[in-house]
């Protein structure tokens, strides 16, 4: 229950097409939804992150969409480039300084 | 930008050695983390800090583990007897609860540890 299933596992992306990933999450309690994205031989760096009281968050090319019902979250990233080539990781929590559960990871490759 | 510094980048160890991975976490924050990552997998949790005691920790973080904020600046992970199943990729973290109440977590670069 306290799994967070993310796919797909890699992506490969046309430079300026949309990037999508998907997790999915069983805790009912978990209240906060963080993306992270990582570089090679960096650690993970917060992207954007959602709170379930709305069902969409943008900031510039990333938008999160929140679907309470389904458990289910997403990362859409919009003008994909190659600088966005990286892995990111969906994760979950349940209250600020509690462990973030985080999904396997996407490793997307945009193609120029 | 204040960041959280991880010290060493890279130790190599042999199996049965104790192992110190120490973090510097940003200075006003009040939660500290460790996470693992083995190579090419998911960020782990490990132990999470607040007011010098652990306040939560997994499954994977058994008695061979332990955490100390020594000086109020440093915040260590020892391994006590490292095993071959312990080599990975070691994030500290560290969080404010601020009035933002993000939840956002700092990660530092890592510290690779390989038992041979």
């Known amino acids: 229950q306290q799994q967070v299933k993310q796919s797909p596992q890699s992506l490969i992306v046309q430079k300026g097409g949309i990037s999508i990933i998907n997790c999915a999450y069983e805790?009912?309690?978990?209240?906060?939804f963080p993306w992270y994205q990582q570089f090679p031989g960096k650690g993970p760096a917060l992207l954007i992150a959602?709170?379930?009281?709305?069902s969409e968050k943008k900031e510039g090319r990333f938008t999160i969409s929140f679907n309470k019902s389904a458990k289910q979250f997403s990362l859409h990233i919009m003008d994909s480039q190659p600088g966005d080539s990286a892995t990111y990781f969906c994760?979950?929590?349940?209250?600020?300084?509690?462990?973030?559960?985080f999904g396997k990871g996407t490793t997307l490759s945009v193609s120029s | 930008e204040p960041e959280v510094t991880q010290t060493p980048s890279h130790q190599v160890t042999q199996m049965g050695q104790e192992v110190i991975l120490r973090c510097v976490p940003i200075s006003n924050h009040l939660y500290f983390y460790w996470y693992r990552q083995i190579l090419g997998q998911k960020v782990e949790f490990l132990v999470s800090f607040y007011n010098n005691e652990i306040s939560e920790k997994s499954e994977i973080f058994d008695d061979q583990f332990s955490v100390e904020r020594p000086d109020g600046s440093n915040f260590t992970l020892k391994i006590r007897s490292t095993k071959l199943e312990d080599s990975a990729m070691y994030f500290c973290a560290s969080e404010s609860t601020g009035t933002a109440n993000t939840g956002e977590l700092f990660f530092g670069e890592g510290s690779r540890l390989t038992v041979l």
């Open positions: 994760a979950a929590s349940t209250q600020a300084g509690t462990a973030l559960i």
């Open positions: 805790n009912t309690a978990f209240d906060y």
């Open positions: 959602i709170r379930p009281d709305v």
